[in-house]
T-cell receptor
Framework: SQELEQSPQSLIVQEGKNLTINCTSS?????LYWYKQKYGEGLIFLMM?????EEKSHEKITAKLDEKKQQSSLHITASQPSHAGIYLC?????????FGKGTRLHILP | EAGVAQSPRYKIIEKRQSVAFWCNPI?????LYWYQQILGQGPKLLIQ????????DSQLPKDRFSAERLKGVDSTLKIQPAKLEDSAVYLC?????????????FGPGTRLTVL
């Protein structure tokens, strides 16, 4: 079965700094989702990547799927307190999504 | 557009008791999902409905968990009897369609604590 490993598990950055979160799959990715979750809330869709080398941006968040389609990275530029939360990557497999364990992001003012 | 609604938001029960969760998906969404999210983990799919039929329930502990979506709209998830390890957030999600083109919209979840 497909597994996703996210790194780092937890991240603390100073407001204004850039950061990167990685998601590595045990199998080829045919669809990779990035979601954000705040404590006590549901998941909010950020973006979906399907093609090798594809890159998408939403406000200050950019996600990329590597050419081999086994790894994705999510990059936040000039982080803000509103970026704090848990970032989850999910792999599209057999009409369902398998999620990684998430990366907890804390932003220091 | 109204989002996915779930109730209750929080529930505390003792082990061996029963509990039920309710989900109302976004209007027009044919696919409904129930996930279990244990603290520190990503969501795990329990069951997926397409309209009122079950598409995937391979990870649903059927000896104690049951779910239904009788009219193809709202859904209930039941646990009977609950165990300590069932403590988790139960998330409901819906999508217009299943598969890679179906972005899933999540509700706020129900946080279950089993004592």
């Amino acid at each position: 079965s497909q597994e996703l490993e996210q790194s780092p598990q937890s991240l603390i950055v100073q407001e204004g700094k850039n950061l990167t979160i990685n998601c590595t799959s045990s199998k080829t990715l045919y669809g990779l989702y990035w979601y954000k979750q705040k404590y006590g809330e549901g998941l909010i869709f950020l973006m979906m990547l399907q093609k090798g080398g594809e890159e998408k941006s939403h406000e200050k968040i950019t996600a990329k799927l590597d050419e081999k389609k086994q790894q994705s990275s999510l990059h936040i530029t000039a982080s803000q307190p509103s970026h704090a939360g848990i970032y989850l990557c999910g792999a599209d497999t057999d009409d369902k999504i398998i999620f990684g364990k998430g990366t907890r992001l804390h932003i220091l003012p | 557009e109204a989002g996915v609604a779930q109730s209750p938001r929080y529930k505390i029960i003792e082990k061996r008791q029963s509990v039920a969760f309710w989900c109302n998906p976004i209007s027009g969404h044919a696919t409904l999902y129930w996930y279990q999210q244990i603290l520190g983990q990503g969501p795990k799919l329990l069951i997926q409905f397409q309209n009122n039929g079950v598409v995937d329930d391979s990870q649903l502990p059927k000896d104690r968990f049951s779910a239904e979506r009788l009219k193809g709209v709202d859904s209930t998830l039941k646990i009977q009897p609950a165990k300590l390890e069932d403590s988790a957030v139960y998330l409901c999600a819906s999508s217009y369609t299943s598969g890679s083109s179906g972005e899933q919209f999540f509700g706020p979840g129900t946080r279950l604590t089993v004592l």
